[in-house]
């Protein structure tokens, strides 16, 4: 009668046991799942803030010396300045975004690949103007709308012609580096 | 035999309870009691789910760049001269001019009025790309002359829309003013809404 008991006992505690540990994987998966969101949701948020910090930079670059028109214009880029700054790889140190580059009007509706891309060459009549480009994989392209301002010549006739200034809107674009849990983004 | 009214070791009580319940009944309740944990569980993982999915993004635009696209628009050289070639007048110029003088025109015989409304309409339209198929569904701007000690009384200058402001997600728009005036402290306000949806 005592063994039987005792028999009973052992499997009542060996059951306990079981169910503890149950209970603890299932607790522990449970963390495990809430760690993994509350880990994902940090990398989003510093992407969040990565994007505002370059929205910000480039409202500001617009009225940075190496941008800004000769007018008093506020949120106005030169474009003979901007063609002039075109790859000159040091700037790509200089401002905190992985590319730099400006979209005319003409260009909002094109996709990437029909945009014609300035040089000395084709300037003014071109779509894009590429300053650098680190090339990053991971990338998102902010953008902010500006006066895209330069010089224009109009002739009158064969001798006579008139400089004025004539001014577009043309977006200007940033990328920053999405940051993944992977690791830090690939070079392209 | 235990008695069932003798306080003390209620674990042996219960389980003495559990034996009077017949078996059947007894998986019954434990079917029950599993179920129940599945649901809650399945409860807190789709909250969690939920909270990790839910966070949408529009892709349309919003206020800073809308407030942007306005200020830009203001410097936008027109094809319209009122004095001479190439004297081309800015959005700005044209807005001034609409309000002081509406009948008067640019030396190509149109109306600044309408050269106005040409140029802010184009200029719209190519920035911000309306249409139902796209994030941005419908636009409005307003411009309007605004009396400094009587904002109410607003004075319309030039409207325009396209598109219909139903279903929006979002509503981004800003606002920017200019001067009426050298002399004056009234302001000449332009408002643009977009309906993103």
Known sequence: MEKKLNKKGQLKIQEMAFMLVAVVLFFGLVVLFTLTIIYKNIYSQVNVKNQEKTLTSLINLADS?????????????DGDKAISLMNRTVYSN?????SLSVIKLSAFAKNESEMI??????YPNCDLIVI??????????????VAFCRKEYEKVDTYTG???DKCEIAKLVAGTELKNPAGTAVAR | MIKNNKRGNSRLDFENKLSLIPKSKRSQHETLGFVLIVVIVSIIIVIFLGMAVGKGK????NSVEISNLLQASIYYT??????????????QGLISSCYKNPEQECLSGKSVCESLNETLKRIIEQSLRVSPDSPNKAYKVNVYFSPLNNVQDKEPILYLEQGIFDKCKSKPGGIYSLPAGTFSSSTINIELEVCNG
């Open chain 1, 65 to 77: 010396p190496e941008f800004r028109c000769v007018t008093t214009k506020s949120d106005c880029i």
């Open chain 1, 94 to 98: 200089f401002w905190p975004f992985s």
């Open chain 1, 117 to 122: 891309k300035c040089n000395w060459a084709n």
């Open chain 1, 132 to 145: 650098y480009d680190k090339k990053i994989k991971n990338e998102i392209a902010i953008s902010s709308y």
């Open chain 1, 162 to 164: 008139y400089v004025y």
């Open chain 2, 58 to 61: 529009t892709t349309g635009q």
């Open chain 2, 78 to 91: 027109s094809d319209c001269a009122i004095n001479y070639v190439p004297e081309y007048e800015d959005v």
